[in-house]
Structures are given as C-alpha cells and as structure tokens.
C-alpha cells in the first residue's frame, strides 16, 4: 500500500542552524501538508500545498518556515534559523482531492530537537 | 475559528469491553468531515474513521463506530471488544478545506 515517506526520522541541531525536513508525498496526491506536533501537545496545521504554491498558512508557518516542492516526488520544509521552541514532531501528509475529501495521509514523522 | 475539543485526557478499559471517547467541535459552517485519528507510541498518525458532516447515518469501520450529532456538535468515537493493540492517543479532528484542526488528545490505555 502506498504510503507518505520522511527523512530524517530524527533531527538533532544547533540553535540558530538551517534545518531541511524532507517528505515524498504518495504519487498521484496533489495535495501537501506540514503539521508539528510540540511532545505532549496537540497536532497543529502548519502549512498546506498545492500546484506548486502555499494554499494556506498558520499563524506558526513565519517567515523562518518555507516550503518547496524541488521535484517530482519531494516535499521540503525548511526553517531558516532553529529556535529552542521549534523542537517538536513534524508530520508531512498529502491527499487526493479526487478520492476522499479531506482524508489526509500522514508520514511516520520527524523528530526535531534543537540544542 | 474552529476548535476541537476532548475533555477526557485520559480513558481506560478491559480489554474485550467496550469504550466511548468524547469529542465537540465548534463551527459555523455546514459541510466539513470529522475524523479520529490514533497515534501509538510510534507516534505514526493512522486514520480510524471518517464522517462527512452531510451524512446522517454513523460511519461504523469493524469494531469502531462514532456517534455523531450535527446540532451539538458532538463527535464521539465507540470502541468494541477492545484489543490491547488499541491502546494509543486518540485525537479528534475537523476538516474543511485545507487544514485539519486536532483536539487535544485522549489516552487510551487497556487494562489485560
């Protein structure tokens, strides 16, 4: 069964260093997602993607947060310069608008820690 | 905006018994799609069910069943015969449009 991929499972860095969380998307979804998950907290929305453009965005996703979808199959997020309070899970999910409305699948996650 | 809330961080049950978790949501709109999602200590988020809020009748998926009531805006989520493989967080979620909006949680645990 296809499912939504992502690298590194966990991140470790140094305050103020650039981070890359990666993501591939299953294949034939044309919807893209990041969502961050604080430990013990709720799933928050972070960003959503869609024709190679943000659809929408929370009031977390500032300007230290990016996202870019570099080829085919990848789905990057990028913060610029880590914060203590960025560390966090991260999830990237996806979907197809044409299947089930909404029914978002979400990757196994990225553990984030910055020292 | 929209808010999802679980008022039960915390739940038990013996395995093969049956357990309701609790979810009400807030919305002015009329068509958008509810979900439980459950994360195990792997911290994977796997869909359980869905329901679109345009439906009446309950989404059932085998042992898992949600009791769903548009006007109190109540959600809530049934689980029979429970294994001990059911033991995880469980969030709520509210969909329309783009983003998923979560509730805080509930912690199921099954007792042997």
């Known amino acids: 069964e296809p499912e939504v991929t992502q690298t590194p499972s966990h991140q470790v860095t140094q305050m103020g260093q650039e981070v890359i969380l990666r993501c591939v998307p299953i294949s034939n979804h044309l919807y893209f997602y990041w969502y961050r998950q604080i430990l013990g907290q709720k799933v928050e929305f972070l960003v959503s993607?869609?024709?190679?453009?943000?659809?929408?965005k929370s009031e977390i996703f500032d300007d230290q947060f990016s996202v870019e979808r570099p080829d085919g199959s990848n789905f990057t997020l990028k913060i610029r310069s880590t914060k203590l309070e960025d560390s966090a899970m991260y999830f990237c999910?996806?979907?197809?608008?044409?299947?089930?409305?909404?029914?978002?699948?979400f990757g196994p996650g990225t553990r984030l820690t910055v020292l | 905006a929209q808010t999802v809330t679980q008022s039960q961080p915390e739940m038990s049950v013996q395995e093969a018994e049956t357990v309701t978790l609790s979810c009400t949501y807030d919305?002015?709109?009329?068509?958008?799609?509810l979900f439980w999602y459950k994360q195990p200590p792997s911290r994977q988020m796997i869909l359980v069910i869905r329901q679109e809020a345009y439906k009446q009748q309950n989404a059932t998926e085998n042992r898992f069943s949600v009791n769903f009531q548009k006007a109190a805006k109540s959600f809530s989520l049934k689980i029979s015969d429970s294994q001990l493989g059911d033991a995880a967080m469980y969030f709520c979620?509210?969909?329309?449009?783009?983003?998923?909006?979560f509730g805080e949680g509930t912690q199921l645990t099954v007792n042997p």
């Open positions: 993607f869609y024709n190679n453009e943000i659809s929408e």
């Open positions: 919305t002015s709109e009329s068509d958008y799609y």
């Open positions: 999910a996806s979907h197809d608008w044409r299947e089930h409305y909404n029914e978002q699948f």
């Open positions: 979620a509210y969909g329309r449009g783009s983003r998923l909006t």
